[in-house]
């Protein structure tokens, strides 16, 4: 008597037909070989992609005085923190403007806010880049009587729910940057949209001056300046004569935002 056997392993097949005699004595060692030749056959699983394993938190120690933008003088009482961290960081200025930030955060950069001070709008700096090191950082706030003089003297008044972003433009070797047109230092959304009125440049009396049309250094700093910007992710993008170019990410909210160009050759 014949009896037809059929292996099957996923999608590989062997079908034979043996008597009575083979299936007794040989048939299964010869189901044992075919087995294994089978699986020998099979492809290998493709595994999921693995995550990114997630870094892992390390101390971070950030220290410095909070200071008033325009004239220096310390800050007390003001509310400092560094946020861009998970979980954020703060604490609060001394009657010296001295503050001190420490604890266990994940993160490659922050920025610095200053928050809580009477008459000063609230006011972020950064982006600064973040390591196991302890950082000694200065965080400024502007207050608002600065704030409005920058308005009066383009001839606006200081909107409700609007901001500003003050730009301090460097050249490669971190000097300040000279000569550049108000048309190449832009400020935009993530779609590409103008955000902000500006840039205006900053003269010599440490003021906007409406006059400069490029950029020019005085007391040590080429700085420009957006009004009007809404709340929000935006992109600032410096371009110089030369061809190099500086890009920083912002987020922008009603206060004010201090940040730092540097110019980077484009390859």
């Known amino acids: 008597m014949e009896t037809r056997i059929r292996i099957r392993l996923g999608d590989l097949e062997v079908e034979c037909i043996a008597d009575d005699a083979f299936v007794a004595t040989r048939l299964p060692d010869l189901v044992s070989d075919l087995l294994r030749r089978l699986r020998d056959q099979q492809p290998a699983p493709t595994l999921p992609p693995s995550e990114p394993p997630s870094p892992l938190p390390r101390t971070v120690s950030i220290a410095g005085s909070a200071i008033n933008y325009f004239n220096g003088n310390p800050l007390p009482a003001a509310q400092v923190s560094a946020t861009g961290l998970t979980p954020g960081l703060s604490g609060t200025s001394d009657a010296s403007g001295r503050y001190a930030l420490s604890g266990d955060s994940t993160g490659a950069e922050c920025f610095l806010s200053v928050t809580d001070v009477e008459n000063f709008v609230d006011t972020a700096t950064g982006p600064f880049r973040v390591g196991a090191a ?10 608002a009587t600065d704030v409005n003089r920058q308005y009066v003297s383009v001839g606006r ?25 108000a048309s190449d230092v832009t400020l935009a959304t993530d779609t590409g949209s103008p955000v902000g009125v500006g840039p205006f440049f900053f003269g010599p009396a440490g003021d906007i001056e409406p006059a400069l049309t490029v950029s020019r250094a005085f007391n ?8 009007d910007v809404p709340a929000g992710g935006c992109t600032l993008q410096v371009t110089a004569p030369t061809g190099e170019r500086a890009t920083v990410r ?17 390859a």
């Open 134 to 143: 302890p950082l000694t950082l200065t965080a400024v706030a502007l207050s």
């Open 157 to 181: 008044s200081r909107p409700d729910g609007l901001g500003v972003v003050i730009v301090h433009l460097r050249d490669g070797s971190g000097q300040p940057l000279e000569t550049v047109p």
């Open 220 to 227: 040590g700093r080429a700085r420009a300046a957006f009004l």
């Open 250 to 266: 912002l987020f922008a909210s009603a206060g004010a935002v201090i940040t730092e160009a540097t110019l980077q050759a484009v």
